[in-house]
């Protein structure tokens, strides 16, 4: 089957093209390399021993995108492409509206016209606002603090809407918690342009002296040592759980909904602590005030993914910091280098 892959060249995006590829899929990436590079996707390619296809396009290009979809007739789209950053959304906010939610729209249209129903779509734990409870299920209300998670939110509604208007529709949302980690051969991996502002890339700068030190934000959390809690799951688990996802946009119509988290915690100090004993490097920090709009704590209960879609996280916080090791060492200015 040929799956049309968007936003293929990114983090999560290249992980789950080249699970695509091994699980003996075809794989159009369609990408417009706004916070990606190239070399990402002929490095999948060398990983799976097969290539890919790519169209360098943007979804603010209605026409391009219902021509790429026309030609290529997928039977489904994993929609990974967007603006990630919370911080960036809120001085840019009209960007994020735009690139997000009328790419997302775009996209949409062109696979009406196009008579193609089936969608996966990147969703996030920011759709939860502050959780009330933790660990978090689907069902938990919906709120968000930032731009950035307005755009989910609302293409979250959307998809709901479309489905509900018409059974050809199939779609899977899936909430992200924190995805960390790279493919085990350390030949890709997540890449930010400037300064990161997640925790593990910023640690892995650190610990190959890109960055002086890592700052906490916040140590007097209601949490075991007072730094915030955080769901980290390993891009591969990710991955996989796309797969998983397929199987059931190609079974089903309508929409679910699952989270993809691991269900436990981990603190930033434990994460920091996990980084020196796989790297053997120290890793300077020091607690500075809150960053605003984080939460003390988020961890998924990841039950429903289990339930329904057979799928579960099967890698620990050591398996993703090793592996994101592997990548930051070998690959300390990214795919630059
Ligand atoms: P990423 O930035 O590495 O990948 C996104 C890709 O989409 C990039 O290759 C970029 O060039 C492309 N893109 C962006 N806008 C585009 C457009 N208008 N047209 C064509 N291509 C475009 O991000 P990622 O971490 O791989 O995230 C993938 C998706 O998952 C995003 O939708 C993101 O919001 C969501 N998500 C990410 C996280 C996370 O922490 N990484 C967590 C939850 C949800
Ligand atoms: C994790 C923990 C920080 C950096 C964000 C988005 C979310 C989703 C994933 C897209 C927190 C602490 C961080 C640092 C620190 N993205 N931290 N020093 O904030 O849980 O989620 O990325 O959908 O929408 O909000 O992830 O990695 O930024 O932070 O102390 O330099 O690390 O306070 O407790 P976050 P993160």
Same mark, same amino acid.
């Given at each position: 089957?040929?799956?049309?892959?968007?936003?293929?060249?990114?983090?999560?995006?290249?992980?789950?093209?080249?699970?695509?590829?091994?699980?003996?899929? &075809?794989?159009?990436?369609?990408?417009? @390399?706004?916070?990606?590079?190239?070399?990402?996707?002929?490095?999948?390619?060398? /990983?799976?021993?097969?290539?890919?296809?790519?169209?360098?396009?943007?979804?603010?290009?209605? +026409?391009?995108?219902?021509?790429?979809?026309?030609?290529?007739?997928?039977?489904?789209?994993?929609?990974?492409?967007?603006?990630?950053?919370?911080?960036?959304?809120?001085? +840019?906010?009209?960007?994020? @509206?735009?690139?997000?939610?009328?790419?997302?729209?775009? /996209?949409?249209?062109?696979? +009406?016209?196009? &008579?193609?129903?089936?969608? *996966?779509?990147?969703?996030?734990?920011?759709?939860?606002?502050?959780?009330?409870?933790?660990?978090?299920?689907?069902?938990?209300?919906?709120?968000?603090?930032?731009?950035?998670?307005? #755009?989910?939110?609302?293409?979250?509604?959307?998809?709901?809407?479309?489905?509900?208007?018409?059974?050809?529709?199939?779609?899977?949302? /899936?909430?992200?918690?924190?995805?960390?980690?790279?493919?085990?051969?350390?030949?890709?991996?997540? =890449?930010?342009?400037?300064?990161?502002?997640?925790?593990?890339?910023?640690?892995?700068?650190?610990? !190959?002296?890109?960055?002086?030190? !890592?700052?906490?934000?916040?140590?007097?959390?209601?949490?075991?040592?007072? #730094?915030?809690?955080?769901?980290? *799951?390993?891009?591969? =688990?990710?991955?996989?759980?796309?797969?998983?996802?397929?199987?059931? !946009?190609?079974?089903?119509?309508?929409?679910?909904?699952?989270?993809?988290? #691991?269900?436990?915690?981990?603190?930033? /100090?434990?994460?920091?602590?996990?980084?020196?004993?796989?790297?053997? +490097?120290?890793?300077?920090?020091?607690?500075?005030?809150?960053?605003?709009? &984080?939460?003390?704590?988020?961890?998924?209960?990841?039950?429903?993914?289990?339930?329904?879609?057979?799928?579960?996280?099967?890698?620990?916080?050591?398996?993703? *910091?090793?592996?994101?090791?592997?990548?930051?060492?070998?690959?300390?200015?990214?795919?630059?280098?």
């Amino acid at each position: 089957m040929r799956i049309l892959v968007t936003g293929g060249a990114g983090y999560i995006g290249s992980h789950t093209a080249l699970a695509l590829l091994n699980s003996g899929h &075809d794989v159009t990436v369609l990408d417009n @390399f706004s916070n990606s590079v190239p070399e990402a996707i002929c490095r999948v390619s060398e /990983l799976a021993g097969r290539r890919l296809q790519v169209i360098e396009a943007d979804l603010g290009d209605p +026409q391009t995108i219902k021509r790429a979809l026309a030609r290529t007739r997928p039977a489904a789209v994993i929609h990974f492409a967007g603006l990630k950053s919370v911080g960036e959304s809120h001085s +840019q906010p009209l960007r994020y @509206f735009s690139n997000n939610l009328s790419g997302t729209l775009n /996209l949409l249209n062109a696979m +009406q016209e196009t &008579d193609l129903g089936r969608l *996966i779509f990147s969703s996030s734990a920011t759709v939860y606002g502050v959780p009330d409870e933790v660990p978090v299920k689907e069902d938990h209300s919906l709120s968000t603090t930032n731009p950035y998670g307005r #755009t989910k939110l609302v293409g979250e509604q959307l998809l709901a809407d479309l489905a509900a208007s018409d059974v050809r529709w199939s779609f899977a949302v /899936l909430r992200y918690f924190n995805p960390v980690g790279s493919h085990p051969s350390g030949r890709i991996g997540e =890449d930010p342009r400037g300064t990161p502002s997640n925790l593990v890339p910023y640690v892995g700068r650190v610990a !190959v002296g890109r960055e002086p030190l !890592v700052n906490i934000f916040g140590g007097d959390y209601p949490t075991p040592d007072g #730094t915030g809690v955080r769901d980290y *799951i390993h891009v591969e =688990d990710l991955a996989a759980g796309h797969l998983a996802a397929l199987e059931w !946009v190609l079974q089903h119509s309508g929409i679910g909904v699952w989270n993809l988290g #691991t269900g436990q915690g981990h603190s930033v /100090l434990e994460v920091i602590r996990m980084y020196e004993q796989v790297s053997g +490097q120290r890793i300077p920090r020091r607690i500075v005030a809150r960053r605003q709009g &984080d939460v003390s704590s988020s961890y998924a209960d990841p039950a429903k993914a289990e339930r329904e879609l057979g799928w579960t996280a099967r890698q620990g916080l050591r398996e993703m *910091i090793e592996d994101h090791w592997r990548w930051q060492s070998r690959n300390p200015m990214g795919y630059g280098g």
